[in-house]
């Protein structure tokens, strides 16, 4: 039956599909759902999405391995309602969203992009991640708005037409901090005016487009530096078994054991004895009819700093056996650097440790946004011939003019050794350049001067002189004994027994 009521329910809805259909977006306000796993992947939005997989500038494929952080549904949001304000040629749009993509590397393009759109931004970041263990600058504790773990922002992006008298057409970032107690946050929130909040202007400095405040006065100083991931040829983060209770233990006989009892049951008996959970990739009979026992897969693994133990490496088990970068690691005597490429939890980057067995991804840092990368010092081609140095020739080239010295792929008195050297030499070799970057990753003071840089990407090194080289190939190489637990200094008790 037709009712007064329901006929004007009709024409609500008759004309609110007018209006969402003929009529321009002049805002697009709300708090859009956070899923870092999103199910939303339709070809018009994921179409879209592509404008943020780009590196600034939206030409070149955004050069990183795993960009799926950037299909969180938040971000996906972001780009529905950019596109929609961009068709309309001005609009705002005011979201209250998590603050990762803020100053996150991997969002440098989405960054960019919308540096491009909007004219103007303003952003305050509410901060209380707990995920970073985030506190206040006076080290007092910092609580969400939300009971979430994610720390959020609340953004604010203006198209207005205003930035055409802009140098280099991109729009401007206004940023706040606001830390403390949520009743603190709310009270000024509801108390300040858009027009009274203390924004900071912030730059847009390439190639990260950060949207927060950084100490950027060393920036030029520390983009002379040698990049990392540039002198390294081949790398990647750690493994990933997805299932470490079956295949690494510490007892090298108790993994054995586990591993053959893994074959010998049914896979529903071997599911219920070992606790395995299986997934649509990975089930239990179809790894049992694919291979078998074989005590070669049995290798060492540093898990963690100072604690090695042994896996089961055979692919049919391991989600992310990395064998790019491993299989180098397995062939022959080499070392591999493990670096995170972010870090968050802590004020300073200390996540640096080297290690001559195959590394687990969280060897440095169980963060999983702290994932950590490894970079052998050598190459083992698969024909068995002579490992090769797993570096750059431009990048060697640098080292041996700002050295004026030769490079040699190996020590030539003592090949395939890597002790450390402790006087200067006529020739540098690999182990030296690992040995000197090493020793500065680990400098005091050169993790406070460039803490900011360090927070975000890979870090740099200084190309070295005459002077500091050798001197810091001693240091950097003791440090690398030290954390194989080869040094001869560990021979020596330096705490009695009883205490």
């Known amino acids: 039956t037709h009712t007064l009521f329901s006929q004007w329910l009709s024409n609500e809805a008759k004309e609110a599909n007018t209006v969402k259909k003929d009529t321009p977006v002049m805002v697009v306000m709300g708090n859009p759902p956070y899923s870092g796993e999103s199910a939303n992947k339709g070809d018009w939005i994921m179409s879209l999405m592509d ?45 209250i969203n998590p603050h990762g993509f803020l100053d996150n590397p991997t969002f440098r393009g989405m960054r960019w992009n919308l540096l491009k759109t909007y004219d103007e931004i303003y952003t305050i970041d509410l901060h209380g991640n707990a995920k970073k263990k985030e506190t206040c600058p006076d080290g007092s504790k910092d609580e969400n708005i939300f009971d979430i773990e994610q720390g959020v922002s609340i953004n604010i992006l203006v198209k207005n037409g205003s930035k055409i008298t802009r140098p280099g057409d991109l729009g401007q970032v206004y940023h706040l901090d606001l830390y403390g107690k949520r009743k603190d946050k709310y009270a000024f929130l509801e108390n300040t005016a858009f ?83 299986e997934n649509k990739s990975w089930r239990i009979a179809e790894v049992q009819n694919k291979t078998a026992f074989d005590k070669m897969y049995i290798k060492e693994i540093n898990y963690r700093p100072f604690d090695k133990r042994h896996i089961y490496f055979d692919s049919a088990f391991i989600e992310r056996s990395r064998l790019d970068v491993m299989q180098h ?48 010092l050598y190459l083992y081609p698969e024909d068995g011939s002579e490992r090769t140095p797993n570096l750059n020739p431009e990048e060697i080239q640098a080292f041996e003019k700002a050295l004026n010295l030769p490079f040699s792929a190996e020590k030539t008195t003592r090949p395939g050794d890597f002790s450390v050297t402790f006087v200067p030499q006529t020739e540098f070799c690999p182990i030296d350049i690992l040995d000197y970057i090493y020793a500065v990753l680990h400098s005091p003071s050169y993790r406070e001067t460039y803490k900011e840089f360090l927070k975000t990407d890979f870090p740099r090194v200084p190309y070295p002189t005459p002077e500091t080289f050798w001197p810091l190939v001693s240091l950097g190489g003791q440090i690398r004994q030290l954390h194989l637990m080869e040094s001869p200094a560990l021979d020596q008790a330096i705490t009695p027994y009883p205490v």
């Open 329 to 376: 690691i397995l062939k022959g005597s080499n070392l591999g650097l493990n670096i995170c490429r972010q870090v968050k939890a802590f004020e300073q980057n200390q996540h640096v440790f080297v290690s001559e067995t195959i590394s687990e991804s969280c060897l440095v840092s169980n963060k999983t946004s702290e994932i950590g990368s490894v970079f052998p």
């Open 195 to 277: 027009k009274n909040v203390p924004y900071q202007a912030i730059p847009n400095i390439a190639p990260m487009y950060f949207m927060v405040p950084k100490d950027f006065e060393l920036q030029t100083d520390y983009d002379k530096g040698l990049a990392i991931q540039s002198l390294f040829k081949v790398n990647n983060v750690g493994i990933v078994t997805s299932r470490d209770s079956l295949v690494i233990d510490d007892d090298k006989f108790r993994l054995v054991e586990r591993i053959k009892t893994f074959f010998e049951l049914s896979p529903e008996a071997a599911k219920n004895k070992l606790n395995i959970r």
């Open 51 to 95: 404008d943020y997989k780009k590196e600034p500038g939206g030409k070149q494929k955004l050069q990183e391995r795993n960009p799926k952080w950037i299909n969180d549904d938040y971000v996906k949001f972001m780009r529905f309602g950019q596109h929609f304000i961009e068709q309309n040629g001005e609009g705002v749009l005011a979201f």
